[in-house]
């Protein structure tokens, strides 16, 4: 089955700590994307990619750094200058960027 | 004034309703419109895809777009309790993915 796995599904946080969050597709699409939803809140973009090597800064990147070394692969690092990371982050991909966006189900990330 | 703004419901029906959800939007480029339902604590799920103006139908789904008013339209028919879920209306206009917006979402439910 083609789609976008997340994982894992939760994910606790200690202060101070470095958590990666990862986001895996098989659907070979180039475009991939990070964005973060709080309760009751629409989707704010974290980060995205239109094609392996390459990424840009959404509205809120700051506290959050990406890597995209394989089209398949695009993992999300909350960093400890994220001082607010507690929320659900989701993962998309798309066969490009202005086409529909596919999306995983989610990371809740937690603060201990 | 919002790129993208949306009924903020929240919003319940009694089953067997047709159901009206609507966004406005300011950005003339805009050309690709979508739905997405999300069930709590899931991704969002791509519901209906159109381009440019007109009506699209799938099943109980029915898509309406008009550009000329800069607005679009997903209509539920005989709705279900299944249906309860928050429903985002997105759109984008070009190749590049910060060109592709998310509206806040409405949330619906569906009463037997």
């Known amino acids: 089955d083609g789609g976008i796995t997340q994982s894992p599904k939760y994910l606790f946080r200690k202060e101070g700590q470095n958590v990666t969050l990862s986001c895996e597709q098989n659907l070979n699409h180039d475009a991939m994307y990070w964005y973060r939803q709080d309760p009751g809140q629409g989707l704010r973009l974290i980060y995205y990619s239109q094609i392996v090597n390459d990424f840009q800064k959404g509205d809120i990147a700051e506290g959050y750094s990406v890597s995209r070394e394989k089209k398949e692969s695009f993992p999300l690092t909350v960093t400890s200058a994220q001082k607010n990371p507690t929320a659900f982050y989701l993962c998309?991909?798309?066969?490009?960027?202005?086409?529909?966006?596919?999306f995983g189900d989610g990371t809740r990330l937690s603060i201990l | 004034q919002k790129e993208v703004e949306q009924d903020p419901g929240p919003l319940s029906v009694p089953e067997g309703a047709i159901v009206s959800l609507n966004c406005t939007y300011s950005?003339?480029?805009?050309?690709?419109f979508m739905w997405y339902r999300q069930y709590s604590r899931k991704g969002p799920e791509l519901l209906m895809y159109?381009?440019?103006?007109g009506n699209k139908e799938d099943g109980r789904f029915t898509a309406q777009v008009d550009k000329s008013s800069k607005y679009i339209s997903l209509f539920i028919r005989d709705s279900q309790p299944s249906d309860s879920a928050t429903y985002l209306c997105a759109m984008s206009g070009d190749n590049y993915g910060q060109n592709f917006v998310f509206g806040p979402g409405t949330r619906l439910s569906v009463l037997p």
């Open positions: 159109t381009y440019s103006s």
């Open positions: 950005n003339s480029a805009f050309q690709y």
């Open positions: 998309a991909s798309s066969i490009r960027g202005d086409q529909p966006q596919h």
